[in-house]
């Protein structure tokens, strides 16, 4: 059966690009494929964090995974740390990947300029080697994510080729899945970036446990342009259309056709808020719940770092041997 693996930082809330670019993809790849998902704290220290806000981070993210429509019964659901082989993995990775290869990744580049300070980590330059263990750790055949982890899909391939054509047949050569709408869900103030947790843009941000209030404000007040035309075109109008796929990802249609049934912006952004709320609020109520009952959370949490584990020694050992490790006696 088609595996499926894919990861979420805790190194902030869940935002409607996650949602919408990748975990809505997840709840419905879990019913069809073999599937595992991730909170990848050993992503988020890339960055640095506060541990108490790692720690509750991390809860929140799985209890926001599962509210979104993980099921622990159908999926597993893990948090990368518990499964040491990711960074096992991640090293021989790293000797696998070439220091240019790791270079060239734009996300490196504009995350490492974003840093306040001159402090950039060694871990936000090689996290591609990480991302590529991830998945490859898992006989991974599928990868859904966002537009943004095109590149680091690319070089996780070309890692796996080359490691299988040094030491032979070892790696599964994955498949990214990036959804057609709403791939790359834009900053609602600054269109021309995408919506992202380690961007200190608190207004351009939709929040997937925000107050709806809050939401709707927040689509109200979203950058359009100085024109009138209500057009899907993202080059010269990146944030009505912007606006547009938002919408239609939430209601299941394309963006141009969407665009035909408004002549306003202020309609626009009132129905795409109502779009978003509907598809959200659900998942809102949910997360409240899991949240109140900490124990049942840690439960699952042990029972998807169990299933996990038992996949990752079999890929790890194999690894191991194939590059010439001496097994222990
Ligand atoms: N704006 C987005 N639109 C569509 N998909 C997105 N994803 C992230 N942003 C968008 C997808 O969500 C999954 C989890 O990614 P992440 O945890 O790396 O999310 P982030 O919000 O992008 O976090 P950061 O810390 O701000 O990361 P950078 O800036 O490093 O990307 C992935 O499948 C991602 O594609």
């Known amino acids: 059966m088609t595996r499926v693996f894919s990861g979420i930082q805790p190194s902030g809330e869940m935002h409607l690009g996650n949602y919408l670019g990748a975990v809505r993809q997840w709840v419905i790849d879990q019913h069809e494929y073999d599937s595992i998902f991730c909170a990848v704290d050993l992503h988020a220290i890339t960055t640095q964090q506060d541990p108490d806000d790692l720690r509750s981070k991390t809860l929140d993210t799985v209890a926001g995974l599962i509210a979104a429509g993980l099921d622990p019964e159908q999926c597993i659901l893990l948090v990368q740390s518990h499964v040491h082989e990711h960074t096992d993995l991640a090293w021989l990775l790293e000797c696998t990947v070439s220091f240019g290869e790791l270079s060239r990744m734009t996300q490196f ?14 871990g936000l330059f090689t996290y591609p080697a990480l991302m590529a263990a991830d998945i490859l750790l898992y006989d991974t055949d599928r990868v859904p994510v966002g537009e943004d982890q095109r590149q680091h899909l690319e070089l996780a391939r070309d890692v796996a080729t080359r490691f299988n054509s040094r030491y032979g047949d ?31 843009s608190v207004a351009g941000t939709v929040l997937v446990f925000e107050e709806p209030s809050a939401i709707a404000k927040k689509f109200k007040r979203a950058v359009t342009d100085s024109d009138t035309e209500v057009r899907f075109d993202p080059d010269e109008k990146p944030g009505v259309s912007n606006l547009l796929s938002i919408l239609a990802a939430c209601v299941g249609r394309e963006p141009a056709d969407v665009a035909d049934e408004y002549t306003r912006y202020g309609d626009l952004k009132v129905a795409t808020a109502e779009a978003v709320l509907a598809v959200l609020e659900p998942i809102q109520t949910r997360r409240t719940e899991l949240l109140a009952d900490p124990a049942e959370l840690a439960r699952l949490i042990e029972i998807g770092a169990s299933k996990a584990e038992e996949l990752a020694v079999k890929v790890m050992d194999r690894a191991r041997n194939a590059m010439g490790f001496l097994p222990r006696g």
């Open 109 to 122: 580049k504009d995350k490492s300029a974003r840093q306040s300070g001159d402090f950039v980590s060694a």
């Open 170 to 200: 070892t790696f599964v050569v994955p498949e990214a899945a990036i959804p057609k709408t709403a791939a790359r869900v834009m900053d609602l103030q600054a269109p021309h970036n995408k919506m992202s947790k380690s961007v200190d």
